[in-house]
């Protein structure tokens, strides 16, 4: 079953900078590979929304919110997929969850517990 552990989260001021991490286990380097990794978040009383995907050929997909201020990477060999956050906003306060989207699937089978984000003004 694969895990998906996020770290990096914490208290920013706006303007300032946070660089998320996930790292998925059990499951094997080509699998993660194969697959399109993202990020979502979510606030209180909202919908889970997505922030960012990038899929297996490096393919990148951003919400409008966030485009020119976060970047989302991936290493493969370390089944990792990276979010940097920059020029955060108080807006971009919430729940950040790491995702994996295997191939053939129609939206993402794993879901990391997420870690949180909080940008004060």
């Known amino acids: 079953q694969v895990q998906l552990v996020e770290s990096g989260g914490g208290l920013v001021q706006a303007g300032g900078s946070l660089r998320l991490s996930c790292v998925a286990s059990g499951t094997i380097v080509p699998i993660v590979s194969a697959s399109t990794l993202g990020w979502f978040r979510q606030v209180p009383g909202k919908q889970r929304e997505l922030v960012a995907t990038?899929?297996?050929?490096?393919?990148?997909n951003y919400a409008d919110s966030v485009k020119g201020r976060f970047t989302i990477s991936r290493e493969n060999d370390k089944k990792t997929v990276s979010l940097q956050m920059n020029s955060l906003k108080p807006e971009d306060t919430g729940v950040y969850y790491c995702?994996?989207?295997?191939?053939?699937?129609?939206?993402?089978?794993?879901w990391g517990r997420g870690t949180q984000v909080t940008v004060s003004s």
């Open positions: 995702s994996l989207e295997r191939p053939g699937s129609i939206g993402p089978d794993s």
């Open positions: 990038i899929s297996r050929h490096g393919d990148t």
